[in-house]
């Protein structure tokens, strides 16, 4: 079973006023297509009861899934380190690097740290900018279906809000990244040292 969201769970979220920070991620990550335990594994043990609160409150329904989803690709072998990656026509150059992080580090759980969170975060972020160019990045990020795409969309936040902020604002983002981004990704971001 999928959750979706209903017609007064996306005028709440046009409204910006009457949900939790919480509720509206959650709301936001429903988009038909994530199932119940998806979006707990995203956000976290607490996201059960906001869940079952939010279909109670009539913002959520659930529905069932057409089709299984498509089975995942094999795996691919990880990239030694320094070995350059041919560039993919359809991404950036910098695409092979971060599909590489990907790779390695696909299997790791470990920890607290987490890409969901990072992407809430940057949405939010970017949001509160108000304006055009960072608006479209917001969704970009949002929209993000795999890790590289999303980590691709957090290396042009930050370099947007490096070159639109002042340098306090974007330093302060980058520091709160570098504490919720998991530890395999900070390279990626170039976070690992404060």
């Keep these: 079973m999928v959750m979706i969201k209903t017609d007064k769970a996306r005028q709440a979220l046009r409204d910006r006023g009457s949900l939790s920070v919480q509720e509206r991620q959650i709301l936001i990550l429903c988009d038909g297509q994530r199932s119940r335990q998806e979006i707990a594994r995203w956000v976290g043990d607490s996201a059960g009861s906001v869940l079952d609160a939010l279909v109670l409150s009539g913002y959520l329904a659930t529905q069932q899934s057409a089709a299984p989803p498509p089975p ?3 795996a691919a072998p990880p990239v030694p380190p320094g070995t350059p990656a041919p560039p993919s026509p359809a991404r950036p150059a910098s695409a092979p690097v971060a599909a590489a992080y990907v790779e390695q580090t696909r299997a790791s759980h470990g920890s607290k740290r987490s890409l969901a969170g990072c992407k809430m975060y940057a949405v939010g972020i970017l ?4 304006s055009a160019d960072a608006m479209a990045l ?3 990020v949002q929209q993000a ?3 590289t795409e999303l980590l691709l969309g957090l ?9 639109m902020t002042n340098t306090g604002y974007a330093d302060n983002v980058k520091t709160h990244l ?3 981004l998991p530890e395999q990704y900070l ?3 170039n976070l690992q040292t404060a």
């Design 178 to 180: 570098r504490q919720i």
């Design 72 to 74: 995942l690709p094999p």
């Design 155 to 163: 290396v042009d936040m930050v370099s947007f809000l490096e070159q």
């Design 138 to 140: 917001a969704v970009r």
């Design 187 to 189: 390279g990626v971001l």
């Design 145 to 147: 279906s795999d890790e």
């Design 127 to 130: 949001q509160m900018q108000r």
